[in-house]
């Protein structure tokens, strides 16, 4: 069983709704959670980051962690057709330097018009 | 990218030839990280540098070696490719901050590798 866990999808959304992306995970020392948003063929660019559990939001993006469940939550709203991308969630259990990341492997979502 | 430069974008090599990838950053930032990414894998980290000579292994490094001679470039080198090693490569760096502040990765772009 992988350590963080991610539904692949592909999820396909008309424009406007809100998406609902999440991960899941075993090992109870994470802390530390991040979403991240890749184009195709392009490199992962950081979209989110909290700490502990709790709720962060800017602006259409909300992160939402829940450590007693050990489930991560990104919410997508009045998705747009440029949200098009794969999202992956990372996490660990350590910051400062040289911390090392586990990630899902990704969910694909399309945004249709 | 954050100041993140690979070299070369695609490349496409025989099994059994040796091949480096660069990684080139204008950041200035301490840590050095390689990843593969593959389908149904995610990103995986094959080995990481925390300063110029001081390298470290990842989750998965047979096959892989790296070098680091100065902050701004990190080397990864394939000694002999084989096409399990097809895959897309990202380089990553942070900042390194104090224990207990936030850091954060920053990718580049990625490049392609194919071994035939």
């Known amino acids: 069983q992988k350590e963080v866990e991610q539904d692949p999808g592909p999820l396909s959304v008309p424009e406007g709704a809100i998406v609902s992306l999440n991960c899941t995970y075993s090992n109870s020392a994470f802390q530390y959670f991040m979403w991240y948003r890749q184009y195709s063929r392009k490199g992962p660019e950081l979209l989110m980051y909290t700490y502990s559990s709790g709720n962060k939001e800017d602006g259409r993006f909300t992160a939402q962690v829940d450590k007693s469940s050990k489930y991560i939550s990104l919410f997508i709203r009045d998705s747009q057709p440029s949200d098009s991308a794969t999202y992956l969630c990372a996490m660990s259990a350590a910051t400062g330097g040289g911390n090392k990341l586990t990630f899902g492997t990704g969910t694909q979502l399309k945004v249709e018009l | 990218d954050a100041g993140i430069t690979q070299s070369p974008r695609h490349k496409v090599t025989e099994t059994g030839t040796p091949v480096t990838l660069r990684c080139h950053q204008t950041?200035?930032?301490?840590?050095m990280y390689w990843y593969r990414q593959d389908p149904g894998h995610g990103l995986r980290l094959i080995h990481y540098s925390y300063g110029v000579k001081d390298t470290d292994k990842g989750e998965v490094s047979d096959g892989y070696s790296v070098s680091r001679s100065k902050t701004e470039d990190f080397l990864l080198t394939l000694e002999s490719a084989t096409s399990s090693q097809t895959s897309v490569y990202f380089c990553a760096i942070s900042g390194g901050l104090a224990k207990g502040s936030t850091d954060t990765q920053y990718f580049g772009p990625g490049t392609r590798l194919t071994v035939l």
């Open positions: 950041e200035n930032h301490r840590y």
